[in-house]
Antibody
Framework: EVQLVESGGGLVSPGGSLRLSCAAS????????MNWVRQAPGKGLEWVSS????????YYLDSVKGRFTISRDNAKNLLFLQMDSLRAEDTAVYYC?????????????????WGQGTLVTVSS | EIVMTQSPATLSVSPGGRATLSCRAS??????LAWYHQKPGQAPRLLIY???TRATGVPARFSGSVYGTEFTLTIDSLQSEDSGLYYC?????????FGGGTKVEIK
């Protein structure tokens, strides 16, 4: 069974840092694009970042570029999101999501499996 | 950036009825569109990808279509478990973007 389990959320002050983790199981992790998607309280979904399975390709939402860093450890089936210089507007539930593409090696994905999410609250 | 505009914001449908949800893209994007369903307190669930392909385990009463840049999700024979929020998402280019969502209520 495919499982994605996020951890690392919590309360942090503006300007602070957090590192989110996503533990994947039930599938061949290193063959899938992996993604972070967030949802602010009472708001819609917002894609944050993607890391591509088939090469050193990484993409970010403009508003998090230079502040967030996505990475993966294929040996341990782990996805990470290092979040620095956090702002109040980063407050959201952060979901880890597995990506699927139209063609093998494709970078642009839809999200076929989601974790349960971890809440990040940026507040003083 | 491709902007996805969903309408209506809220849809109230009787059990057994049909719900028609719209998602309009700000420009052409081929068939690179997915639909998700989210219930309160839960993660989204994939329903449809490449405009009209149902994800594994999704009932046949869910269908997707497109006309130009207007994508439609149709839910036939609406059931109580179909209530919640529905989001469209394009994957035509970067950044990936979602629509603002349509809330489906069962009368």
């Amino acid at each position: 069974e495919v499982q994605l389990v996020e951890s690392g959320g919590g309360l942090v002050s503006p300007g602070g840092s957090l590192r989110l983790s996503c533990a994947a199981s039930g599938f061949t992790f290193d063959t899938y694009n992996m993604n972070w998607v967030r949802q602010a309280p009472g708001k819609g979904l917002e894609w944050v970042s993607s890391i591509i399975a088939s090469g050193p390709f990484i993409y970010y939402l403009d508003s998090v570029k230079g502040r967030f860093t996505i990475s993966r450890d294929n040996a341990k089936n782990l996805l990470f999101l290092q979040m620095d210089s956090l702002r109040a507007e980063d407050t959201a539930v952060y979901y880890c999501a597995r990506g699927q593409s139209r063609a093998p090696g494709g970078r642009l994905s839809w999200f076929d499996r989601w974790g349960q999410g971890t809440l990040v609250t940026v507040s003083s | 950036e491709i902007v996805m505009t969903q309408s209506p914001a809220t849809l109230s449908v009787s059990p057994g009825g049909r719900a028609t949800l719209s998602c309009r893209a700000s420009r052409g994007m081929s068939s690179n569109l997915a639909w998700y369903h989210q219930k309160p307190g839960q993660a989204p669930r994939l329903l449809i990808y490449t405009t009209s392909t149902r994800a594994t385990g999704v009932p046949a009463r869910f269908s997707g279509s497109v006309y130009g840049t207007e994508f439609t999700l149709t839910i036939d024979s609406l059931q109580s478990e179909d209530s919640g929020l529905y989001y469209c998402q394009h994957y035509h280019n970067w950044p990936l973007t979602f629509g603002g969502g349509t809330k489906v209520e069962i009368k």
